[in-house]
T-cell receptor
Framework: DAKTTQPTSMDCAEGRAANLPCNHSTISGNEYVYWYRQIHSQGPQYIIHGLKNNETNEMASLIITEDRKSSTLILPHATLRDTAVYYCIAQTTGGGNKLTFGTGTQLKVEL | NAGVTQTPKFQVLKTGQSMTLQCAQDMNHEYMSWYRQDPGMGLRLIHYSVGAGITDQGEVPNGYNVSRSTTEDFPLRLLSAAPSQTSVYFC?????????????FGPGTRLTVL
């Protein structure tokens, strides 16, 4: 599975969009980009995933560059409850039971 | 649905003791996994299962045993606990749908080995 690189930490003002980048320059054609988050050492929570098209759901949007070497998770209107560690994971189809977590990005949403 | 449940929430063991961490899911998922998370680090895969009767090792399997006799349950056994196994343990389940799968995690078991 491709290695991903994320900033260690980011800050965001409440109500503003939070844009979390992820580099996955060695991603292969059959690897999806998954995003999970972990709040206060709770179990990780699935956010969104995509292959090459941009994706949106009720939680977030995922923008994947055309060459698929990087992506950005967008939380359109961040709230204090979005403060968490966000993990970007490159994973082959059907490999969800073998996720490889890095150290993620600590997002702090402030007033 | 209760989702993924784990028991106990907290446990303190002495070195050399054995115990079983319980994990159950009520979503009829084929896949189940165990991860451990040490302070300030990401999760690391211990063991996983792709269905009842089938298990395999992950990244850090030493010191742990698993079995999968039913779809719902996936217990993790520590045969002889060591201080290095002090960690938070997460169980997860998932299923293939539409060619991809997403994992659902339990709340975790916080284990301290003295």
């Amino acid at each position: 599975d491709a290695k991903t690189t994320q900033p260690t930490s980011m800050d965001c003002a409440e109500g503003r969009a939070a844009n979390l980048p992820c580099n996955h320059s060695t991603i292969s054609g059959n690897e999806y980009v998954y995003w999970y988050r972990q709040i206060h050492s709770q179990g990780p929570q699935y956010i969104i995933h995509g292959l090459k098209n941009n994706e949106t759901n009720e939680m977030a949007s995922l923008i994947i560059t055309e060459d698929r070497k990087s992506s950005t998770l967008i939380l359109p209107h961040a709230t204090l409850r979005d403060t968490a560690v966000y993990y970007c994971i490159a994973q082959t189809t059907g490999g969800g039971n073998k996720l490889t977590f890095g150290t993620g990005t600590q997002l702090k949403v402030e007033l | 649905n209760a989702g993924v449940t784990q028991t106990p929430k907290f446990q303190v063991l002495k070195t050399g003791q054995s115990m079983t961490l319980q994990c159950a899911q009520d979503m009829n998922h084929e896949y189940m996994s165990w991860y451990r998370q040490d302070p300030g680090m990401g999760l690391r895969l211990i063991h996983y299962s792709v269905g009842a009767g089938i298990t395999d090792q992950g990244e850090v399997p030493n010191g742990y045993n698993v079995s999968r006799s039913t779809t719902e349950d996936f217990p993790l056994r520590l045969l002889s606990a060591a201080p290095s196994q002090t960690s938070v343990y997460f169980c997860a389940s998932s299923e293939l749908r539409g060619g991809t799968d997403t994992q659902y995690f339990g709340p975790g078991t916080r284990l301290t080995v003295l």
